[in-house]
């Protein structure tokens, strides 16, 4: 629970800082909003219409009399005419520098034909140095209807003197052209490693197609970014966050990320602030160095640990308890961070008792059943302690049986709904309607108990809240099919939404007390949008933008300045 400070802190405030005047118990504002819709998340006082900010902190809140008496010669007010305020939008799960990266690079989301793919891949080639790398890229086959994956033959004749390896769009398989299979000495005699399948023709040639375990093959040679060019990448993300009003990311970071994330700190140069999740299999080095889950300042801080317990729906590497409809040989694949044996649970374990928090991807239900196992096998060796704040990252398709688990052991689901209106379109062809009853089902965790924290995934989908609440809210395929929503049942209101991607996931980074709610003593992040949220009809939502992004008490972003 997160608490409700607004009758003591303008007093506290008040004590702190210098008096201005005798007939005023408070300092003036440095910044006032005005003439707002504001929703701010706080149970205790969910609406108001305006709020004042001193340095970086929420001090007040309430009706435009009561904030006016905040207003002083030096204070910025900024009229929000009638429109939606909210807490700014926290994004509980996204691959930041990647995102810049491909901000930049090959564009592949879009391309609706294998030979749109190609050409895009040949006309980018023509802009690179030789030797230079083409990634990224985030094609999505299933725009293509009833073609096979891309092969290397598709490409090889316009890349020649660069190697390429563009990935789907959710991550779990990607296509490497002759020259970057050549790299890395795959042929037809390389075998399948571990958790990965290299696709191969009739002939028994591989196709270029690396799915899972097997991309590292192509992808452990790709040459790191520097630092210099992570910067680059950070700061196209920024600028993209800005936009969408996104003010804490909570990252997949690498260590070069956590070093880059750094430097823009020092640099002051930071727009949003990050929790940052390095990888489980390297617990150790957190472990050892004494970090606890949380740790760091109120820009950057860190302690959570990505796992990875299988695959995707898309790439048919989720794990199923029953085999997938369209490809009955197989029910997927676990991640290799399960293999051997017992190993996800022996770091999962190490990692919990330093005081770090877990927060492992699993998709399919037999993915999800078995990290449950897992927590309750951790709570029964580690003993049991409040506030261990487990996730599971996507918890997208659940057994019937497993939401009361989730709840009972406060694992907090980290979920996207825009994979739903996504995924939608096609997830009952590949595992039928009786399973898609609890997939993404958002309403029914709710229900259940369970703490939602929404992300987006960017750049498996795009860094844009807005269109998430969409998604929760409609459930409308982005097919056009299903235009009241596809497993209606399970649509969340705008407030729940709202409630998921601002408290919900500041909940999930232990920083619930600092943000997620327009409550005095908090950060003052707020969005100002440029309409109605709640009063205009839900297909509308997805039309709404941001007008104001305010980080810190400041003004990060307006439509058309930078
Ligand atoms: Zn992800």
């Avoid at 571990?194 to 590292?216: E, F, S, W, Y």
């Avoid at 009955?328 to 374990?349: F, Y």
């Avoid at 996504?422 to 595992?431: F, P, Q, S, T, Y």
Wanted: with cysteine; charged share 20%.
């Amino acid at each position: 629970m997160h608490q409700n400070r607004s009758s003591l802190l303008p007093c506290l405030i008040a004590v702190a800082l210098p008096l201005v005047g005798c007939g005023r118990a408070h300092p003036a504002a440095d910044l006032v909003i005005v003439h707002g819709r504001v929703w701010t998340v706080d149970r205790a006082h969910p609406e108001a219409e305006a709020l004042a900010v001193v340095g970086s902190r929420i001090v007040a809140i309430g009706s435009d009399s009561e904030i006016r008496s905040w207003t002083g010669p030096s204070t910025q007010v900024i009229d929000a005419q009638g429109k939606t305020v909210l807490p700014g939008f926290n994004d509980a799960h996204v691959h930041f520098t990647s995102g810049g990266n491909e901000i930049s690079g090959v564009q592949l989301r879009d391309a609706a034909t294998p030979k749109e793919f190609a050409n895009r891949i040949g006309e980018h080639a023509k802009k690179l140095n030789k030797g230079e790398w083409i990634t990224g890229g985030t094609w999505d086959h299933e725009l293509w209807g009833g073609t096979p994956l891309p092969s290397h033959h598709w490409v090889d004749a316009v890349t020649l003197d660069n190697p390429v390896f563009v990935t789907r769009y959710d991550g779990h398989m990607a296509m490497a052209n002759g020259l970057a299979m050549k790299l890395a000495g795959i042929t037809r005699a390389t075998r399948d490693p571990a958790g990965g399948t290299i696709v191969r023709d009739p002939q028994g040639n591989p196709t270029g197609l690396m799915k899972d375990a097997a991309m590292d093959l192509i992808a452990l040679g790709i040459p790191t970014e520097t630092e210099e060019q992570l910067l680059r990448d950070a700061h196209a993300a920024m600028n993209e966050a800005r936009r969408n009003g996104v003010t804490t990311i909570q990252d997949i970071s690498s260590a070069e990320d956590v070093r880059a994330y750094q430097t823009l700190e020092k640099r002051g140069e930071l727009t949003l602030r990050i929790y940052c999740i390095t990888p489980l299999p390297q617990w150790e080095a957190p472990a050892r160095t004494g970090i606890r889950a949380g740790f760091g300042d109120e820009w950057i801080h860190l302690g959570a640990l990505k796992g990875f317990a299988d695959g995707s729906l898309g790439s048919t590497t989720a794990m199923f308890d029953q085999p997938y409809n369209d490809a009955p040989n197989t029910s997927g694949i676990p991640n290799a961070m399960m293999l051997p044996e017992g190993n996800m649970l022996k770091m999962a374990l190490g990692a919990d008792k330093a005081g770090l928090q877990l927060a492992v991807h699993a998709i399919g239900d037999n993915a999800n059943a078995t990290m449950l196992d897992i927590y309750e096998q951790i709570e029964k060796q580690n003993g049991a302690r409040p506030d261990r704040r487990w996730r599971i990252e996507h918890a997208q398709h659940l057994r019937p049986g497993d939401f009361d688990r989730l709840a009972k052991l406060g694992v907090i689901a980290s979920v996207q709904p825009y994979h739903a209106i996504d995924d939608g379109r096609w997830a009952e062809k590949r595992i039928g309607h009786e399973r898609c009853k609890t997939t993404y089902a958002f309403k029914t965790l709710l229900d259940h108990g369970v703490r939602l924290a929404f992300g987006s995934d960017w750049t498996v989908a795009p860094l844009s809240p807005l269109l998430g609440i969409y998604a929760a809210v409609t459930r409308a395929t982005l097919d056009g099919k299903n235009p009241g929503g596809w497993f209606p049942e399970q649509k969340l209101t705008v407030a729940q939404a709202v409630e998921a991607f601002t408290l919900g996931s500041a909940y999930a980074e232990f920083r619930e007390t600092e943000k997620g709610s327009l409550t005095p003593g908090k950060l003052a992040d707020v969005v100002i949008l440029n309409g109605d949220l709640f009063s205009i009809s839900p297909e509308k939502i997805k039309e709404s933008a941001v007008s104001y992004t305010i980080v810190g008490g400041k003004v990060v972003y307006r439509p058309g300045r930078r």
